[in-house]
């Protein structure tokens, strides 16, 4: 589990970067408009797909060291913060394919995964801010 617990602890850096730059890339694009990209959709599908990523190596933790005992900080608000991201994350990447308008695509990715990087900036333990692994 240590393993795990060290990938979980690097992994967080991933999402937080990951869901960062597709953050910027959605507000650039609703501030100043002009044409959805592949490229917007992949960086929307990689923010996903990071936390899609965290979310299975948390569980892990979760389940293998039983942290709903370990106290309500890791017992119940980490994980279900976390869950609520995902699915924040999930409900925006999947309205992005029914909008017609480039507009509404940017407006709808940036504040998602505004939503997305407060709640997962939120539910980081607060001691572990300054170390990159545990």
Known sequence: MTVVLGLHSLWRWVV?????????????GWVRGGAWTRAD??????????????????????????????????????????IIALIVAHIGNTRLKALPNPIARYRTMAISLLVVIILVSAAIPPDSWSKAWA
């Not at 899609?52 to 060291?65: C, K, N, R, Y």
């Not at 942290?67 to 976390?82: L, Y």
Request: hydrophobic letters at 65%.
């Open 16 to 28: 937080l970067v990951a869901v960062f730059v597709a953050l910027v890339r959605g507000l650039g």
């Open 41 to 82: 959709r992949l960086l929307s599908m990689i923010a996903v797909s990071a936390i899609d990523i965290q979310f299975v190596l948390g569980a892990i933790l979760w389940v293998g060291q039983r942290r709903w005992s370990d106290g309500a900080f890791f017992g119940v608000v980490h994980p279900v913060v976390m």
